[in-house]
């Protein structure tokens, strides 16, 4: 199976003996209150999702991602990983100090962040360089100039998990996945990352994938995203039904994806793909505008970075698809490598046209959706114009 990011799985979890030898030291430390954004951050850090990350970037990994998309020590990462404060909390903490993160809902305690560095975040220039844009119309850079001032770096230890309500099922660790891909014999597997319910486009993507790996590894995002975005448990009763009705169950794996939302198209592909080969994944469908938003971003920007990096530098290998429609005298899924029809012959439908036809109470037609899906989605807008009314 593909070696993890960095070659090596991270794991930063105590055990039940270190976590309540913490517990007892924590009255004697400092301690800060972070977000549930935050907090999921440092659980993906410990479990290895985010290998090779071990804590949150000093300022040279920050300065080298923002510069160069590369860590100080020129692996390969996209993103920047930091836990911002405001100014006042920062100034009151030592560099070398051991800093108890509590949860600013309840006031759990989760974790020990190790603190080696303190520096300002340049969110100008971080929303320029991520998101190509410093628009705060653009939902992550609106995110961003809403965070602190300054980044804590160091290294963290997880003394306990976040209490997911949704999903126990499916949520899998690097290692669990890893494992499961194994036991099902499965060498290649192929992540397909989605915000979204499944529709006919995603459905051929995936099907024409599965025909050369061993195994689909479906892993949709259910961390923080847009207040539009269809909700993650609707979304999840789709993903239940069509696997069930449409696909082969011994070739199938879902997973919840627990990270949140960027909006950061081009660098936010190159981090999906980083942390699904960190789950065991040897390829991910990259299709058009893949983590985009409006029109910050190229249709085919998302695909066309992975060129900047020999292969080898990511590992996982990124399968590049065209836009899949329906086409009317093909009577079959396309793209417009294998269809030479017009546009007029092709069923499309955009997500605001799919939210509207919906919202009307539309069924919309069986060459976009499954009619299996399509009940579940308008049941959730009729249900949602009911309580707006």
């Not at 660098?267 to 789950?279: D, M, S």
């Not at 605001?352 to 009940?375: D, H, I, Q, W, Y």
Request: with cysteine; hydrophobic share 35%.
């Amino acid at each position: 199976m593909i070696e993890p990011h960095g070659g090596k799985l991270i794991n930063r979890i105590v055990s039940e003996q270190e976590k309540d030898e913490w517990l007892k030291k924590s009255k004697e430390l400092k301690s800060i209150t972070v977000s549930y954004y935050d907090l999921s951050e440092l659980e993906n850090i410990s479990t290895g999702l985010f290998s090779p990350l071990e804590g949150f970037m000093n300022k040279n990994d920050y300065d080298s991602v923002l510069n160069n998309m590369r860590l100080e020590s020129g692996i390969v990462w996209s993103i920047p990983i930091v836990l911002s404060v405001k100014k006042q909390i920062a100034d009151n903490l030592k560099i070398g100090e051991d800093i108890i993160i509590k949860s600013e809902e309840d006031g759990k305690t989760y974790a020990v962040l190790h603190l080696k560095d303190k520096f300002i975040r340049r969110k100008e220039e971080e929303a320029k360089k991520v998101y190509k844009t410093n628009e705060d119309k653009h939902p992550g850079v609106k995110f961003l100039y809403e965070q602190g001032e300054v980044a804590l770096g160091g290294k963290i230890t997880l003394l306990s998990r976040i209490n997911h309500e949704n999903f126990q099922e499916y949520r899998f660790d690097p290692v669990e996945t890893r494992r499961i891909f194994s036991e099902n014999g499965w060498k290649t597997i192929v992540a397909f990352q989605t915000r979204n319910p499944i529709h006919r486009a995603h459905e051929y993507l995936q099907k024409t994938a599965l025909e050369i790996v061993d195994g689909l590894f479906i892993n949709p995002l259910v961390g923080k995203t847009q207040e539009e975005d269809i909700p993650s448990d609707v979304r999840m009763h789709s993903y239940e039904v069509i696997l069930d009705k449409y696909y082969p169950k011994n070739r199938v794996c879902l997973g919840v994806f627990p990270v949140n939302m960027r909006y950061a198209g081009p660098r936010e592909a190159v981090f999906h793909a980083i942390c699904r080969k960190n789950y065991g994944c040897s390829h991910i469908i990259i299709g058009r505008d893949h983590a985009g938003v409006g029109n910050y971003y190229g249709t085919y920007e998302a695909q066309e970075i992975f060129d900047q990096f020999k292969p080898e530098e990511i590992g996982i290998i990124p399968l590049k698809f065209e836009h899949a429609f329906y086409c009317k005298r093909c009577e079959n899924m396309a793209t417009s490598k294998t269809c030479p029809h017009g546009n007029e012959e092709h069923v499309f439908l955009s997500g605001t046209k799919v939210r509207e036809m919906l919202s009307r109470g539309e069924k919309p037609p069986k060459e976009f959706t499954r009619p299996e899906v399509a009940e579940i989605l308008m049941k959730f807008y009729q249900e949602k114009n009911n309580v707006e009314k």
